[in-house]
């Protein structure tokens, strides 16, 4: 079976839009509401080690089109666009499956 695996970097403006994102991701409305959507398996926030206004979200989905239902919620919850105040260049977003070899 086949995991939908995404790799989300976020590169922002400042430590202080990076400490607001990071209370986002801490509420209600942040990590514990992507975890209830069908099909999240997995989903984990990694602060860099080498970049201090750079985040790194890794999650596993069971297929890719959860993970676009999960996106769509997302955008029309108004959350990319606080996101786009919040961003020093575009949410960077990667796409893999992972299989079992």
Not at 40 to 65: A, G, H, M, P, Y
Not at 75 to 81: A, M, R, T, V
């Amino acid at each position: 079976m086949s995991v939908h695996v995404v790799i989300a970097t976020f590169n922002f403006k400042s430590l202080e839009t990076k400490a607001k994102f990071l209370e986002v991701l801490h509420s209600e409305n942040g990590l514990v509401k992507t975890r209830a959507c069908e099909g999240c398996r997995s989903i984990d926030c990694c602060e860099s080690n080498t970049n201090e206004l750079q985040v790194v979200i890794f999650q596993k989905w069971n297929k890719q089109e959860n993970h676009e239902a999960y996106l769509q919620m997302r955008k029309d919850s108004g959350l990319f666009d606080v996101l786009e105040t919040l961003l020093a260049e575009p949410l960077d977003v990667k796409r893999f499956t992972l299989r079992d070899v």
